[in-house]
Nanobody, 123 residues
Framework: QLQLVESVGTLVQPGGSLTLSCVASGFTLDNYAVGWFRQAPGKEREGISCISGNGGSSLYADSVKGRFTISRDNAKNTVNLQMNLMNPEDTAIYYC????????????????WGRGTQVTVSS
């Protein structure tokens, strides 16, 4: 069974950092692009970052560019999202998703989704 599981989210102080992990089971992530998405209360889901299967291509939404960094460790079947300089507008449920694409990635159209994890940024 193909499954993606996000690490447990937490409460973060404004200006703080958090790393989320997305671990795959039932398949290997090597040739899969992985995207991170988030949905804040009352807002549409937003694609914030993605990385290609070979790790050679990545994208960031303007809202997180310069603050968030996506990386992957195929040996551990894991993709990480390092989030720095967080602010209350980053409060949302964060999801990872995967689709087969060794070379490119995008911020829509993924086949496999995790269940999401809550991240709250507040003092």
């Amino acid at each position: 069974q193909l499954q993606l599981v996000e690490s447990v989210g937490t409460l973060v102080q404004p200006g703080g950092s958090l790393t989320l992990s997305c671990v795959a089971s039932g398949f290997t992530l090597d040739n899969y692009a992985v995207g991170w998405f988030r949905q804040a209360p009352g807002k549409e889901r937003e694609g914030i970052s993605c990385i290609s299967g070979n790790g050679g291509s990545s994208l960031y939404a303007d809202s997180v560019k310069g603050r968030f960094t996506i990386s992957r460790d195929n040996a551990k079947n894991t993709v990480n999202l390092q989030m720095n300089l967080m602010n209350p507008e980053d409060t949302a449920i964060y999801y990872c998703a995967a689709e087969w694409n060794p070379v490119h990635c995008g911020l829509r159209g993924y086949n496999y989704w995790g269940r999401g994890t809550q991240v709250t940024v507040s003092s």
